[in-house]
């Protein structure tokens, strides 16, 4: 049984991947805010923690013991214009999507470069590599697409892999900070006609979380479904 962090395992995307990881007999700590949709998830405990608090994640870290697995799922987009950006949202938004997965890597790859072991999915967005009218967004998504390649170059070395995921668009409620008709015109790029569903995404991270070969390291899977074929 492997001991797995996870940010906001409890909603959308991360928590289908809360119960896949539940289902295939592991340790779940869902760090996030609201304790809701956990009660019926076995192996799982919820630490209620707001990431926003990037200088207590190292005691946080220090109180969960030895961990195997760090998947960095929580983030938030805003429905703001770049020049109408009010201060406080930008420095939330780069503290969830990107300060505090920095600072949890590096707690805890510690421990994971110490035992030749371990594994850290980042959960990016296709907006990290191709733009995205909140402009905050796709800057922290593009800076942990970034920071996975630094992290797996750093650490790698010592038996961790680290990688990280880039999907579009996703049936859960973040998608409903997107305009109607944004949403049109993604839906009108992606070979399939539709959003892909949480579960699509979760199988994908959980893939990555225990069993992709360690030589997948340092990369970043695409999962858009034809918007941006490279
Ligand atoms: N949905 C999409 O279209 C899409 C596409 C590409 C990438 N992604 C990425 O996928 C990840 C999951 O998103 P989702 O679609 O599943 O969105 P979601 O349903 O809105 O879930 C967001 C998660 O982040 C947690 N969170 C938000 N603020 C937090 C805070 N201050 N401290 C700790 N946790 C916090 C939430 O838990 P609490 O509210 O309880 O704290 C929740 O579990 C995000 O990183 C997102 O950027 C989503």
Redesign the pocket.
Known sequence: MKRILI?????????ETTKILSERGHHTIV????N?NLENIKNCQFIG????NVSGIKALVTTLGELDVLI??????HACSFDNYPTQLKE?LL???LE?PIELITCLSKQMTDRKSGRIVN?????GQIGHPDVW?AIS?AGLINATKSFAKLVGPHGVIVNAI??????????NT?PVARKEAVLRTVYSGR??T?KE?ADTIVWLALDSPEYINGTCIDLNNGSFPR
Do not use: Q, W
């Open positions: 940010t906001g395992g409890n909603k959308g995307i991360g928590l760090v996030a805010r609201e809701v923690y707001d990431l926003r960095n799922n929580s983030g938030i987009m939330d503290r969830i999507n505090a959960v990016a967005s296709v907006a967004y998504k880039a999907p579009g668009p996703v049936e859960t409620d973040m998608l997107i959003f892909a949480a995404i």
